[in-house]
Nanobody
Framework: QVQLLESGGGSVQTGGSLRLSCAASGGTISSTHLGWFRQYPGKDREYVGS????????HYADSVKGRFTISRDNAKNSVYLQMNSLKPEDTATYYC??????????????????????WGQGTQVVVSS
């Protein structure tokens, strides 16, 4: 059973940056597709981006493309979300997610929450204007 633990959330002003980390335990992520989602109060979780294993191909939601960057460090069993040029509308709880080991999704399915089997507890990001 893979467990995910996010960290790095906090408060920042508009235009600032934050780097979220997600550490996995209970299994290796080297063959795991990893994603980031966010959730606004009272809303469903929203896809932010994800990274495949093997080729490390990345995919982003249009709302964060060019501002957010996902990376992974298999040696540290971790995935990261670098967030730059933050906007107040980026204020949300951010969740790390992992698909089952060995599954590498095609591009059209990378944003579907249903392909992710494991979720972290979330970390809060607040962007003030």
């Amino acid at each position: 059973q893979v467990q995910l633990l996010e960290s790095g959330g906090g408060s920042v002003q508009t235009g600032g940056s934050l780097r979220l980390s997600c550490a996995a335990s209970g299994g290796t992520i080297s063959s795991t597709h990893l994603g980031w989602f966010r959730q606004y109060p009272g809303k469903d979780r929203e896809y932010v981006g994800s990274i495949r294993w093997g080729d490390s191909k990345k995919h982003y939601a249009d709302s964060v493309k060019g501002r957010f960057t996902i990376s992974r460090d298999n040696a540290k069993n971790s995935v990261y979300l670098q967030m730059n040029s933050l906007k107040p509308e980026d204020t949300a709880t951010y969740y790390c997610a992992a698909a089952r080991s060995g599954f590498n999704p095609i591009l059209s399915t990378m944003s579907a929450s249903s392909i992710y089997s494991y979720w972290g507890q979330g970390t809060q990001v607040v962007v003030s204007s």
